[in-house]
C-alpha cells in the first residue's frame, strides 16, 4: 500500500496554477497525498479555497490574513472570516508577522494576529503561522493569551534553533519544505533537527518554495511568465529527503508525520495515543 502523505501547507487558490486544477489534485494523489491544508491569505482569495474545499475531498481549507495583505482587509473582515469558518471544516491561517518584507505594518500585523488567534483559540481550531524576523516578538504575542488547545503551526519555521523547544512547550508544531534540502539551508536543517519527532509536519508551500531540481519530479511552470513552480506532487520527494535527514526509514517516518498531521488537524484524542481519521465528506458538498 502507498505510504500516506500529508501536505500542511500549500497555496493550491494561487492563480499562477494552471487552470485545469484538477489535474494537480489527481497527480498529488497517485503520489499518495491524502489531505492538503489549503491556506487562504487575503479576504478576496477565501472564496477561491471555499470552493476547492467544495469540490476536493482531500482539501482542507484554512482561512486568514497574512501579514504581507493586512492593510487591504475590509472593515468587516472579522465577520467575514467567521462566516467562512462557518461553511465547512476548516483552519486559520495564514496569519503572523513579518518584519523582512513590511516591518511598517507590524504593529497592524500584532492586531489582526491578536485577534485572529483569540479565534482560534475559542474554536479550537489548528492554526498555520507565517514568520520572518520576528520570532522574538511572535514568542511574547503568543505567551500573553490563549492558544488551541490542540496546538498550532510555525509554517517553514526558519526561526533560532534555540526557540524550538520554548515553542514547543507552548504547543508548536514546526512544518518543513522543500526550499530548505537546498545546500544555502543548512542553518534552517541544523534547526530542524532540535524539533521534537511528535512535532514534525511537511509541506509543499506550492506553488512556492521549490526543492532542489533533483527531488522535482513534477516540473512545472507559470503560463504567462515561464518562471518555475512548486507542484504539490513534489510532497513525496519533501517526505523522502526528511527521511534521510532524521535517519529513519520512509514508511515509518511518514508514520509519524501522519500521527501529528491528524493529531493537529485531524480528529485526535487527547487522552489516549490513538489518533481518529479526520472526517472528509463535509468539505465535498455541492458548489454554491
Known sequence: MMTRLYDAHNHLQDPRFPK????????????GVQRMVVNGCRESDWGDVLALARRFPAVLPSFGCHPWYVEERSQDWETRLIWYLDQVPSAVGEIGLDRWKCEQTLEVQKEVFNRTLRLAAARDLPVSIHCLKAWGCLYDLLRSQPLPRRGFMLHSYGGPEEMVKPLAG?????????DFAHDRRSRQRHAFLEVPRDRLLIETDAPDQLPPLSLTGFPLVEAATGKALNHPANLRAVYQFAARMWGEEEDLFAARVEVNFLRLFGGYQTSQASVEPCETSALAGPRK
Open 20 to 31: 485545469d486544477i484538477e489535474v494537480l489534485v489527481a497527480e498529488a494523489a497517485d503520489q
Open 170 to 178: 507552548l504547543g508548536a508544531y514546526f512544518s518543513f519544505p522543500g
